[in-house]
């Protein structure tokens, strides 16, 4: 996990900025995506459990989605300016046992990862490039090590 660069993370913030105006969207779009790449995932978020379909206009949905979006590039932004993700203790203890009570295990971080960046390649369009996707990639894995060493903790 080398150094996370200046162009790194504007080019996370700037992509962050372009999308969130289409949050609800591309929130629905993570997930669908995230059940096509592992359709048993349904069952692990309670507000998916009980339904046949991707509720569209579920709030709980949105909300999540939104917040791993919105961590991501937070991360981003620490990576670059203090080397490493930190997290606030009580949010990191929080989300480690939220993962840990559901099951999650270290194959589900890809999965989602592999939602997030294919959610943002469509988002992005033309203006999506190797480089964008590297930053983002780079941003989830260190928030994914963070939140999974808290679960081993």
């Known amino acids: 996990m080398g150094s996370f660069s200046e162009k790194q993370e504007a080019l996370v913030k700037e992509s962050w900025e372009f999308m969130k105006q289409d949050a609800p969207q591309l929130s629905l779009r993570f997930f669908t995506l995230i059940l096509e790449i592992a359709p048993a995932a349904k069952n692990m978020f309670s507000f998916l459990k009980d339904s046949e ?10 909300a999540h989605a939104v917040k791993v979006f919105k961590m991501t ?77 808290e679960m081993k903790a």
């Open 53 to 62: 379909e991707i509720p569209q206009n579920n709030p709980k949905l949105k």
């Open 73 to 149: 590039c937070e991360s981003a932004i620490q990576l670059h300016e203090k080397g490493e993700v930190v997290v606030a203790d009580t949010t990191l203890k929080w989300l480690g046992s939220v993962h840990l009570q559901k099951g999650v295990i270290d194959p589900h971080f890809e999965v989602v990862k592999e939602a997030l960046l294919r959610t943002m390649k469509e988002a992005m369009g033309e203006k999506w490039s190797e480089e964008m996707s590297n930053s983002w990639a780079g941003a989830y894995d260190h928030l994914a090590t963070a939140i999974k060493n």
